[in-house]
């Protein structure tokens, strides 16, 4: 009974570089043209995981696979896309780490919060301590594992 009660409130502490050590892969999106715009004012983007801020100038990605948009700060926006300057954007191979959650939970990220359920999503981990949430069946149309 104790030693369940330690690993629940160890799956509860959430998503840290250390997680990533045991079950997890390599994995890059793949090279498909998302469109995006540019938010003229501050707002909340309803994301899968839950509605997020963006503020005037971030890039509004989507729709994608489920007709879902997110919200991407410029400086994150241009780290992660190469822009095609018609409105659509392209993912840079960028390899990353991710793992399917192992438990239910949220990402806080720097734009908000970012709700995950065990078995349902990947936790991409696209830099130390820069985490983002993938529905398991997005992850499956719109990422490749690194070979």
Do not use: C
């Not at 005037?56 to 400086?75: N, Q, R, S, T, V």
């Not at 409105?87 to 970012?114: E, F, M, Q, Y």
């Amino acid at each position: 009974m104790i030693k369940e009660f330690i690993n629940i409130v160890e799956s509860m502490e959430g998503i840290t570089d250390d997680w990533f050590k045991k079950g997890s892969f390599e994995t890059y999106k793949l090279n498909k043209p998302v469109p995006y715009t540019i938010a003229d004012s501050d707002g909340v983007t309803k994301t899968l995981e839950g509605p997020v801020e963006h503020r005037a100038g971030h890039y509004i990605m989507g729709p994608g696979p489920k007709e879902e948009f997110w919200p991407l700060d410029p400086d994150n926006f241009h780290s992660k896309y190469n822009d095609n300057k018609d409105g659509t954007a392209t993912p840079k191979k960028i390899d990353k780490i991710a793992k399917l959650a192992d438990h239910d939970g949220v990402v806080k990220a720097s734009w908000g919060d970012l709700n995950y359920k065990s078995g349902e999503d990947y936790i991409v981990r696209h830099g130390p301590g820069d985490y983002g949430v993938v529905k398991k069946d997005i992850f499956a149309q719109t990422y490749e594992v690194s070979k």
